[in-house]
């Protein structure tokens, strides 16, 4: 006689055994629901988890972790019931309404606890499975997740999983949902040290991964590590002892600019970059460069060429599409001020980036100058020019609708600046021409110009050491716009820059002019010069620096020559007192002549001619000086 085909257990046969009085029927019953139920069966999860009940789930974990006991045998079986209440909630979490309810939300820590005593458990892929199943479901999950200590096992643990493994793809999620839903900057307070980690070790499956995952590690890394006011994680990051990260960021970044993708994701490359040099240096961009299906390394000036490339690339698309929407597209719509914003925000990453590439070429005088060959260096200045063109070009179309505030025209004016102080004679008739334009340039903050002033400083002083440049700079009433910025850096309220080699700068090209004067076309307002005055009496009054001494005694002697004590006293904005602190301004550095002079003060010998000359000249106009000079 045929004996009957076993017939296999049904979900009838277990949801009876998982409603059964005694946990051993209980147990079996989720043995069987483990070998059966699909993950994508929502209304048979359901149903297993309305049977089985939430209190036996816990009571199972909680003897899996020895702080319980199920059928009074739970530490012969401790490991197996681990294995299986993790299995069954990671499956149970599949059904949204259960991994969202408050009971799953209370495992977590139970589950950080169990992965971080043991890192190579069998079910760690179902605890991470869980971890992100209820900490996407609802919004108290990400916080429960973050403070029961979710980032220091993340980080202990990611250093572990291979680079396209499911576990390093759920780890990255995680993190990334940790960062989504809490300020950086309090993550940052709480796990520096494991920020840092994680952005070295996700450093390197950004590098050598070709799919999918690769694009979600750029916009993680360029999430943690691209605002600029986490310089704690800047400063970990340096010293991280595996400094082979920032090749993999290298790696990463270039198969991502050499590839075809999405402007957004060439827009994070290129911000990643950024930080990048931010963090290293510029000599991070002179490396060589691993590329997927490449056998030989890439020369180590070729990721510089690239990244320039596409930084000017994107500038000159953002800078013609910021033009259509400023002055051609429709005013009257909100996601058009949006988009504006957001393009002026890119274009500011890509200038960014610019700026200092220039100031690694101003550099390659030193070490860097033989990792540059010259065809490179040839191709980069020609990719500055072009961008520097662009730029131009955008500030004439702005000068044309009369734009004069803005903060991509003032991020546009230090590009230029930045580029000018290394080479001041380029685009040199366009410059010329929107000279005036950009001295008048004001930031969104600003009531007056300031900043695209001092962006010029370093190209103004330098062309104004000719006769040509000046007559530039006068004709425009550049003058003006420096004295009165000059004015503003040393002012009452500005003693903190001081030092800042950009007063200087403004002190040089002022000399400059006034030094030149009998071959420039240079017209004085009385009130501006007067300001000047009294705020270079602020400046020096209390100070012992011979080099502010010997600048503003300078700058005073040659202004002397336009006006006299007489006339300085019936202006209403000077006053007596000013006189008296210029007066010994001048004595004091008239005075430093008959010392013994240190070789710092030698550089101030020709700053002392300018003081004598000028005192012969005028002394007798001025009978208050002279007195505290004769005295």
């Known amino acids: ?30 043995f069987l629901v483990t070998k059966f139920c699909k993950g994508d069966d929502n209304a048979s999860l359901r149903r297993v988890y309305n049977a089985v009940g939430f209190h036996f789930l816990d009571r199972l974990l909680r003897t899996g972790m020895g702080k319980g006991s199920v059928g009074g045998s739970g530490a012969d079986n401790r490991d197996a019931y681990l294995k299986l209440s993790i299995t069954v909630l990671a499956a149970l979490c599949r059904v949204p309404e259960i991994a969202s309810s408050e009971d799953m939300n209370l495992k977590i820590p139970l589950i950080l606890e169990i992965m971080s005593k043991d890192s190579g458990l069998s079910v760690l892929e179902e605890c991470y499975e869980f971890l992100y199943l209820v900490s996407t479901a609802s919004e108290d999950g990400a916080l429960t997740l973050y403070e029961s200590g979710g980032m220091k096992v993340l980080a202990s643990q990611i250093s572990t999983f291979s680079d396209d493994s499911h576990l390093m793809e759920v780890a990255s999620k ?104 931010t963090i290293l240096g510029g000599q991070w961009l002179l490396g060589q460069v691993n590329l997927p299906h490449k056998e030989d390394l890439v020369p180590v000036d070729r990721f510089l060429l690239l990244v320039l490339e596409q930084s000017r690339v994107e500038v000159a698309v953002l800078l013609n599409d910021l033009a259509y929407l400023k002055y051609e597209a429709s005013k009257n719509c909100s996601s058009t001020a949006e988009t504006i ?166 002190c040089d090209t002022i000399m400059n002019l006034l030094l030149k004067k009998e071959h420039v076309r240079l017209s004085l307002d009385e009130s501006t010069y007067v300001h000047l005055l009294k705020a270079l009496a602020c400046w020096t009054e209390d100070t012992e620096d011979p080099s502010v001494i010997m600048m503003a005694s300078s700058i005073c002697a040659l202004i002397f020559d336009f006006t006299s004590e007489k006339a300085l006293l019936t202006h209403p904005n000077f006053d007596g007192g000013s006189l008296n602190v210029l007066s010994r301004l001048i004595a004091r550095s008239l005075a ?18 300018i003081v004598n000359a000028g005192y012969s000249r005028w002394a007798p106009r001025f009978p208050h000086i002279r007195a505290e000079v004769e005295r």
């Open 341 to 506: 914003f957001l393009k002026q925000r890119n274009v500011a990453i890509a200038f960014s980036l610019m700026e200092k590439i220039i100031k690694l070429i101003s550099d390659t005088g030193g070490n860097e100058g033989d990792l540059i060959d010259e065809s490179t260096l040839t191709n980069v200045i020609r990719a500055l020019n072009e961008t520097i063109s662009v730029v131009l070009e955008y500030l004439q179309d702005a000068k044309e609708h009369g734009q004069r505030k803005g903060d991509d025209l003032l991020a546009s004016v230090r590009i230029v600046g930045s580029y000018l102080a290394e080479a001041p004679f380029a685009c040199k008739e366009k410059v010329e021409e929107l000279l005036e334009y950009m001295l008048s340039i004001e930031g969104e903050d600003e009531q007056s110009p300031f900043y695209s002033i001092c962006f010029l400083l370093p190209m103004l002083c330098q062309i104004t050491m000719k006769i040509e440049g000046c007559n530039a700079l006068a004709s425009s009433g550049g003058h003006k716009a420096v004295m009165e910025c000059l004015i503003k850096l040393i002012g009452l309220d500005n003693h903190m820059v001081e030092n800042d080699s950009s007063v200087f700068l403004a």
């Open 1 to 30: 006689m045929d004996s009957q085909p076993e017939q296999s257990p049904s979900l009838e046969d277990c949801l009876k055994l998982l409603e059964g009085e005694r946990d051993e029927q209980r147990l079996a019953g989720l």
């Open 592 to 609: 430093s002549g008959g010392q013994d002079m240190s070789e710092d003060t030698n550089a101030d010998a020709d700053l002392l001619e």
């Open 174 to 277: 995680l993190v990334m949902l940790i960062l989504s839903k809490l300020s950086l900057d309090v993550i940052a307070n709480d796990y520096l040290f494991e920020l840092s980690v994680i952005v070295s070790t996700m450093a390197r499956p950004f590098a050598v991964l070709q799919n999918s995952l690769k694009f979600e590690l750029l916009h993680l890394l360029c999430t943690i590590i691209s605002l600029k006011y986490l310089a704690p994680l800047h400063d970990a990051l340096r010293v991280m002892p595996n400094g082979r990260w920032s090749y993999y960021m290298r790696d990463g970044i270039a198969a991502i600019l050499h590839s075809r993708v999405a402007p957004a994701e060439r827009l994070e490359a290129l911000m990643l970059a950024e930080t990048m040099v």
